[in-house]
């Protein structure tokens, strides 16, 4: 492991506090970043977050996709754990925490605003960003691949009734546009780019000198561009996070807990099933992490831009490249 990867932890603070410092300093003048905007979708951060999938999508070798279905345990614990297991554990402690155990700083209204909040991170599992982490601990990027596509499948018919379900509401639309949008920039775009890329380099230049010289050569810049996504988004929420501290901390502590408590489930019945270490990795990571676009347009949408529920939202997205990349870590230090 180089040296910039090894200290990655690091890197990571130091962009956080730049972030919130930038913001800060720049004031309102940073929205004019944070509002350019396609349904809904941050181009800036889109755009970095496509640099990220970038270097597992070129990698991918889609003529082996056929063969995934050798293996179906890891799809069968994909779908397990993002809509039998952790829509309903996301609202059980949101529920704990937010309606209990922080009941004496909390009124009941804004309690049950981010209750809402916490349940649509629930009900959204990760896309786009499942790649990187995948990416980070060796997981097969072809059966990464299929397990997310499975996964935005089921979205589309499984979202809707679960977040009415669990939040006893009847009328909830859903923002489509941002849902196709985010598919097409963080997944299909950068996935044609990674094929095209794919074929004609190593029809010019050889097998060998792809994975020896590309690669090796591609993956800075992986990691550069989720640095500098925690930059951008801690400095779009600097001043919120400036103004209330107390708050962002009473919501990151049940979102922390479930991101881990789920990891650790999908990783215990994964080890059951005896899945290879390069399945089970990204597919625990899936059930970890959140599709946050969605959910933070389906917030906004259902309860304003500056209520507890997108609050929540927010905070899901400032919170998890930190809590992902301490489990990327667990992961590589748990490969078998």
Not at 98 to 125: H, M, N, V, W
Request: glycine letters at 6%.
């Amino acid at each position: 492991m180089g040296y910039f990867e090894r200290y990655l932890s690091i890197w990571v603070g130091l962009c956080i506090l730049g972030g919130i410092l930038l913001g800060k300093l720049m004031g309102s003048s940073i929205s004019a970043l944070s509002e350019m905007n396609i349904a809904n979708v941050n181009i800036p951060v889109a755009s970095l977050v496509w640099l990220m999938i970038f270097p597992m999508m070129v990698q991918i070798d889609f003529s082996s996709i056929k063969d995934v279905g050798r293996n179906p345990k890891g799809l069968v614990l994909t779908l397990l754990i993002n809509w039998l297991v952790k829509p309903f554990t996301m609202a059980f402690f949101a529920w704990i925490f937010f309606d209990k155990l922080f009941s004496a700083f909390l009124t009941p209204a804004l309690a049950s605003e981010y209750i809402a909040g916490a349940i649509l991170l629930g009900a959204a599992p990760c896309t786009a960003m499942v790649f990187v982490w995948s990416y980070l601990t060796k997981g097969d990027p072809e059966y990464t691949l299929v397990q997310v596509a499975i996964n935005d499948l089921v979205l589309l018919i499984a979202f809707i009734p679960i977040v009415k379900f669990l939040l006893g509401v009847t009328q909830i639309s859903i923002p489509y546009d941002t849902l196709i949008s985010s598919v097409v920039i963080f997944i299909v775009i950068p996935l044609l780019a990674g094929l095209m890329c794919n074929r004609l380099l190593i029809k010019n230049f050889g097998l060998e000198w792809f994975k020896s010289v590309f690669l090796v050569k591609l993956k800075p810049i992986s990691i550069l561009a989720l640095l500098s996504t925690l930059v951008l988004l801690f400095a779009f929420q600097g001043e919120k996070i400036i103004e209330s501290p107390f708050n962002i901390l009473l919501i990151a502590i049940p979102l922390t807990i479930q991101t881990y408590f789920i990891f650790f489930v999908a990783w215990g019945i994964g080890r059951k099933l005896k899945l290879p270490h390069k399945i089970l990795s990204p597919g625990a990571m899936i059930g970890a992490s959140n599709f946050f676009e969605l959910a933070v347009a389906v917030a906004i949408t259902l309860f304003g831009l500056n209520s507890g529920a997108a609050l929540v939202t927010v905070v899901g997205v400032l919170i998890e490249v930190p809590v992902m990349l301490s489990l990327v870590k667990l992961a590589n230090k748990w490969r078998y």
